[in-house]
């Protein structure tokens, strides 16, 4: 059986990656696996190494936009207005093809439960040439590039103009709830939103690598960025003196941490363990926990993010496995994939924990074949 270090030395041998670390874990029994170099030509890559994560940040958000839950400070049936004036009286195009200027007012009101579920007709469906879709590619750029993005309220205000492309509760669509969390976090709070997740969940959780930025005394083990050049070269996007050097503007909830292979370990055994941390300190609700795991979405819903979910479900902030289409699908299996060529998963079912780094963009939404053949390991393992 090919071990995982040869799994992943294969792509750092043949050029795709310039390294990646790997870990599954199973209880206290974890196996990691760091390969290649932090930059071509660099560093060798550690198991501390540092990735920009990219969109399996959701599910930090999501949990940190639940913790308000826990508290009291916001409900699920709670309309986002009251936080987010700029949403509180949304427009929707009259059909998903219509033009921008051909809308109809939104049944009701969007809910805090449709920010978290993906469901408040702003996002990404399969079909990137509506012209809804073309207006929202102006504001909600690619997170890969923090810097693409405006302070919030500026961002908040912007989006505002954009109309709906389904009414709240109709569709799943893909990112821009994410980054509303954020946003709906600090107005909730007063905090901004690195500062509540540092407090809230890296602290207890131990994190310590994990934020929207990386200190200059850690960027010795910050790898650099890449994107296939159209060679099939590497090129790169952005190094550790670059985008993460400093905090953003807009410090993006759907893809702006930087972090670990350890560091996320902690977060997703915290969601094995009902929300609670190794040392028995509660970040979630066993209940926050449940929601955030279990599939929110209906057969119609799925299918306008089809693109995306490949026939799975969602829950708050990351896929939920319901068809075992793949040798890797279980159900219940939870978690999700980064555009930075990142993935981790938790399968609450077995109790076994997968996350794979690595630092090379992906140029769509279908998951690399190193990430799959990664699960597929992981599944037989």
Not at 94 to 110: F, G, L, N, W
Not at 189 to 199: D, H, N, R, V, Y
Not at 247 to 274: I, Q
Not at 279 to 287: I, P
Request: proline share 8%; hydrophobic share 45%.
């Amino acid at each position: 059986m090919t071990t995982l270090h040869d799994l992943l030395q294969a792509h750092v041998g043949a050029g795709t990656v310039p390294g990646a670390v790997g870990l599954v874990a199973r209880g206290d029994q974890v196996e990691v696996v760091a390969v290649g170099t932090q930059d071509v030509g660099g560093a060798p890559m550690a198991r501390d190494s540092i990735f920009r994560v990219a969109s399996i940040t959701k599910s930090v958000t999501a949990a940190a936009l639940l913790i308000l839950v826990d508290e009291g400070r916001i409900a699920l049936d709670d309309p986002i207005g009251r936080w987010l004036p700029e949403l509180g009286k949304p427009v929707v195009v009259r059909t998903p093809a219509s033009p921008v200027d051909d809308v109809v007012p939104a049944s009701r009101s969007i809910t805090v439960f449709d920010v978290l579920a993906s469901q408040a007709g702003y996002g990404f469906p399969s079909d990137f040439t509506l012209p809804a879709v073309q207006e929202l590619f102006t504001v909600q750029k690619d997170g890969r590039v923090p810097s693409n993005f405006p302070p919030a309220d500026e961002w908040m205000a912007a989006l505002g103009r954009i109309p709906l492309l389904y009414q709240p509760g109709a569709a799943w669509l893909y990112d821009t709830c994410s980054v509303l969390q954020g946003v709906l976090i600090s107005r909730v709070t007063g905090q901004p939103l690195p500062e509540f997740l540092a407090e809230r969940i890296f602290g207890p959780l131990g994190m310590v690598d994990t934020g929207f930025e990386v200190s200059a005394a850690k960027r010795g083990r910050f790898t650099s960025f890449y994107r296939p050049g159209a060679d099939g070269s590497l090129e790169l996007a952005d190094d550790p003196d670059g985008e993460w050097s400093s905090l953003p503007a807009l410090p993006l909830g759907n893809g702006g941490l930087a972090s670990t292979a350890d560091d996320w370990l902690a977060f997703c055994r915290m969601l094995l363990a009902g929300g609670v941390t190794a040392d028995g300190r509660r970040v979630l609700s066993a209940d926050s926990v449940r929601m955030m795991t279990t599939d929110h979405t209906n057969p119609a819903q799925r299918d306008i993010g089809r693109l995306f979910l490949e026939g799975q479900g969602w829950g708050f902030g990351g896929s939920v496995d319901i068809d075992r289409a793949n040798p890797w699908n279980a159900p219940g299996r939870y978690g999700w994939v980064g555009g930075t060529g990142t993935a981790a998963h938790i399968v609450p079912a077995t109790g076994a924990v997968t996350i794979l780094l690595t630092q090379v963009a992906a140029m769509g939404p279908v998951p690399a074949p190193v990430i799959r053949e990664f699960w597929r390991y992981a599944a037989n393992t």
